[in-house]
């Protein structure tokens, strides 16, 4: 395979979606909604945050596809649109821990 422009426009369609997930606020509204669906009131107050900086976080997640939205009245409600995401999360605290055994291994050492 070589990185030209097909390539490379698959790669960057991946680092979009990573690059939405980059942030610990939408990090936690994903783990929250592999739990049960949220309303943006419900999410702003476990965030503490205000409405607009929530809905900011959740329109940039809804962008990559990662959740959905559904007005219910005037309230808006978030699902996790692809649960595959998780894994992610899981692969993410495999790395954390081998790289805290290899800290301490490293300073075990010294």
Known sequence: MTFDSATRARFAAKARIIKAMAHPTRLFI???LSRQ???????T?????DVSTVSKHLAILRSAGIVEDNKRGVQVWYT??????????GCVE???KRTAK???ATLSRK
């Open 30 to 32: 994903v783990d929250e």
């Open 37 to 43: 669906s949220r309303c943006v009131c419900e999410l």
């Open 45 to 49: 107050e476990l965030i503490g945050a």
């Open 80 to 89: 996790l649109k692809m649960p595959c995401i998780l894994n992610f999360f």
């Open 94 to 96: 495999q790395v954390q």
């Open 102 to 104: 290899e800290q301490l």
